[in-house]
């Protein structure tokens, strides 16, 4: 029986009240508004009431109630996500902000992470060890929502997914029930945690498998757009044979003001190749000449520096509360066609704030047994991320007819399997669709009324 969504029933306000520790918003309080808004300000939704949880017992209690009174809910980490899966009308939004604890055992090299830590709280962390875990490339970005969906990053082709590196989760069933999943409790579970785009369970902590990890060779080379299809094709050729401790990307962009970029290119079209070598430095110099070397660039900006710093550095270009609309496209391999249609549209982005990321997978990513996770891209050599941004509301409609019809173009040679955390509000379920019957199964087990799926 599918749960109703609607206004919070009053007997289930008045439980909440009684037996929970964190602060429990309706819509009639003050701090409300701005409470049921996620980091992109293209969602706007009303959920039933805010629970802010004290604690992982409050969040069992919340989904005990919930599941008591038929309640729909939604499950809040750091709010990045796009497709604002934190926030639907009328449920019961379990809000994880104060659960941002990360404990460190440095001789096992293994991170307990509270549900609603943010990749800097990880970072930081760790290190003060001289350890990391593959993390998001914003360090904005929520543990939970990134881990779920698979979670790409700079370690991911030498030390594997976010979901590679997960080694067990408490986890919180929709009745309430606190389980441990690992490889040996909760086995299936665990499966479908690991790249199934969640659905399943509230995660209260994640614990990661870390690796030694103090400084990185990395930066960007950037070059006018006029060369954007030559650094796409270096970029392709060079990850074809790229060493597993090379990840990087190009970024069609406008320039945004670095300093150590002339003023006279910022707010221009351009081709930013980006370069994270996590091995041995003067080893990753020496493997990513020839990718910085060729043309004249206009700026090539690449050294060492502290991982934690560069986890840092895209903080800028992604701040809270501008009108997001993505879609993403997968591909075995990286087709002339994509490449050429890609540096034509380099000069006539939709908006000032757009931006094109094309990566690459492979490496540990590419090794990982397809079977033991949900993940469905281990396949995958390259994706692309059409990242359509505006300050302005009104330019939405312009801005979604603008990028639907760059996927259009960009969709011939694509692979079916989506990647859940690049996916739009508009993608539906993506996971149902990569993943099937074993993750229908999965879910059907443990959320057999769909409470974390409301509609």
């Known amino acids: 029986m599918k749960p109703e969504i609607g206004v919070l029933p009053m007997r289930a306000a008045t439980a909440l009240r009684e037996h929970f520790r964190g602060a429990l918003l309706l819509p009639e309080d003050p701090t409300y508004p701005v ?21 992982a017992e409050d969040a069992a209690m919340t989904l005990r109630i919930a599941s008591d ?46 549900g609603g830590a943010l990749w800097h709280d990880v970072d930081v962390a760790t290190a003060r060890h001289g350890l990391a875990t593959t993390g998001g490339l914003v360090s904005s970005t929520g543990v939970g929502g990134f881990t779920l969906g698979g979670g790409t990053g700079w370690l991911m082709r030498r030390h594997g997914l976010a979901v590679d590196n997960l080694r067990a989760a408490n986890a919180v069933l929709a009745d309430g029930r606190l389980v441990r999943a690992s490889e040996d409790e909760h086995a299936d579970l665990f499966w479908g945690l690991r790249g199934g785009a969640g659905g399943l369970a509230l995660v209260t902590a994640f614990e990661f498998r870390l690796h030694p990890l103090q400084s990185v060779y990395a930066g ?23 060493p597993d401790e090379f990840c990087g990307m190009v970024v ?74 993505w879609k993403s496209a997968s591909y075995a391999a990286l087709p002339d066609a994509v490449v050429d249609e890609l540096a034509a549209v380099a000069v006539a982005l939709p908006t000032p704030q757009t931006e094109i990321h094309v990566q690459h997978l492979g490496g540990g990513v590419a090794r990982a047994a397809a079977q033991d996770t949900a993940f469905a891209q281990r396949h995958a050599a390259f994706f692309i991320n059409l990242i359509g941004v505006t300050v ?43 993943a099937g019957e074993r993750l229908a199964a999965v879910r059907r087990r443990y959320d057999p009324e769909g409470r974390f799926r409301p509609r």
């Not at 639907?88 to 992470?113: C, F, P």
């Not at 509000?425 to 669709?433: I, K, Q, R, Y």
């Open 35 to 55: 409470a049921r808004r996620v980091w992109n300000a293209a969602i706007d939704r009303r959920p039933a009431a805010i629970a802010v949880c004290a604690d």
């Open 69 to 114: 009174h038929g309640i729909a809910v939604t499950v809040r980490g750091g709010g990045h996500s796009v497709a604002g899966r934190a926030v639907a009308h009328g449920a019961l939004m379990i809000d994880l902000a104060r659960l941002r604890a990360v404990s460190v055992n440095a001789t096992a090299r293994v991170a307990t992470v509270q």
């Open 220 to 242: 960007v080379v950037i070059r006018a757009a006029a060369e954007t299809a030559r650094a796409l094709r270096a970029f392709r050729e060079f990850a074809r044979e790229a």
């Open 252 to 325: 069609i962009a406008r320039a945004p003001p670095l300093p150590f970029l002339s003023a006279s290119w910022h707010g221009e079209p351009v081709a930013i190749t980006a370069l994270c070598w996590c091995g041995e430095q003067a080893e990753g110099e020496r493997v990513l000449a020839p990718l910085r070397r060729w043309g004249e660039p206009l700026a090539d900006h690449v050294g060492s520096m502290p991982y934690v710093q560069w986890q840092h550095l895209q903080d800028a270009g992604a701040p809270r509360g501008r009108f997001q609309y």
């Open 392 to 434: 302005w509301p009104d330019e939405m409609p312009h801005l979604r007819e603008q990028v639907r019809a760059l996927l259009e173009r960009l969709a011939p040679q694509t692979l079916p399997q989506p990647l859940p955390n690049f996916s739009n509000e508009d993608d539906g379920d993506v996971m149902l669709a990569a």
